[in-house]
């Protein structure tokens, strides 16, 4: 019984030996780099005017380190952009954080929050939920969703399940699509003019639309919108 309690005490050690062996040089924690971002970090420019990035800094623990930035912003040209700061730790760990950069033409009947209702094939409604609409141009202007939010809101699956756009106005503030960015399932917005002609009315401040989408013509969405 002595033999076999000491043969399993050698093999004890022999383990705990080599665990600790296969355990050096191993770091078990490692503080990742925090940003304090100067300004906004949702910012808004006119279009045609001198940006400049308001800046970022990066800590590892207290220690400040060095920020790499990457930016696509274009200041001469209405869109969507980001500036991504990004940092590496002491440990060879990076991590990082984007600023989204809205160039936009100023133009307050369309610039800010709209309130959007939506029904679908006249049956089922759903809002209102809350969109931010931002003039491109004198007369366009970009939509995150042309459903209304109806499954990034109503659904709750989240803002890559908008239909993004950005839409045009004539003269007669009749409605029509420049481009179409894709949802999460790779379809994109269209417009239904036959169900419905799709307006903007400055004066009531509502635009006025049905919807669909480019894969599927069983769902009508007619959308409501008005400027909050």
């Given at each position: 019984?002595?033999?076999?309690?000491?043969?399993?005490?050698?093999?004890?050690?022999?383990?705990?030996?080599?665990?600790?062996?296969?355990?050096?040089?191993?770091?078990?924690?490692?503080?990742?780099?925090?940003?304090?971002?100067?300004?906004?970090?949702?910012?808004?420019?006119?279009?045609?005017?001198?940006?400049?990035?308001?800046?970022?800094?990066?800590?590892?623990?207290?220690?400040?380190?060095?920020?790499?930035?990457?930016?696509?912003?274009?200041?001469?040209?209405?869109?969507?952009?980001?500036?991504?700061?990004?940092?590496?730790?002491?440990?060879?760990?990076?991590?990082?954080?984007?600023?989204?950069?809205?160039?936009?033409?100023?133009?307050?009947?369309?610039?800010?929050?709209?309130?959007?209702?939506?029904?679908?094939?006249?049956?089922?409604?759903?809002?209102?939920?809350?969109?931010?609409?931002?003039?491109?141009s004198a007369n366009t202007f970009y939509t995150p969703d042309l459903l209304g939010?109806?499954?990034?809101?109503?659904?709750?699956?989240?803002?890559?399940?908008?239909f993004p756009a950005t839409v045009q106005f004539d003269s007669n503030n009749v409605?029509?699509?420049?481009?179409?960015?894709?949802?999460?399932?790779?379809?994109?917005?269209?417009?239904?003019?036959?169900?419905?002609?799709?307006?903007?009315?400055?004066?009531?401040?509502?635009?006025?639309?049905?919807?669909?989408?480019?894969?599927?013509?069983?769902?009508?969405?007619?959308?409501?919108?008005?400027?909050?």
């Amino acid at each position: 019984m002595k033999k076999i309690y000491y043969a399993f005490v050698v093999m004890s050690i022999l383990i705990l030996t080599s665990c600790e062996k296969d355990s050096e040089g191993v770091s078990q924690i490692t503080t990742y780099c925090s940003f304090e971002m100067s300004g906004d970090q949702v910012t808004y420019h006119i279009v045609g005017t001198p940006f400049t990035d308001p800046g970022c800094k990066a800590y590892e623990g207290e220690n400040e380190v060095d920020v790499t930035t990457k930016s696509n912003v274009d200041a001469n040209k209405s869109g969507v952009y980001s500036i991504a700061y990004s940092a590496v730790n002491s440990d060879g760990y990076s991590a990082s954080v984007v600023r989204e950069v809205i160039v936009y033409y100023p133009n307050d009947d369309i610039m800010g929050n709209w309130t959007a209702n939506i029904v679908r094939n006249g049956v089922l409604a759903r809002g209102p939920f809350t969109l931010e609409l931002i003039p491109f141009s004198a007369n366009t202007f970009y939509t995150p969703d042309l459903l209304g939010g109806w499954y990034w809101y109503g659904s709750g699956y989240g803002v890559t399940y908008g239909f993004p756009a950005t839409v045009q106005f004539d003269s007669n503030n009749v409605l029509s699509i420049v481009s179409a960015g894709k949802s999460a399932w790779g379809s994109v917005g269209q417009l239904v003019p036959d169900a419905l002609t799709p307006t903007l009315d400055t004066t009531t401040k509502t635009i006025h639309y049905v919807a669909k989408m480019s894969d599927s013509d069983d769902y009508l969405f007619d959308v409501t919108l008005t400027k909050q």
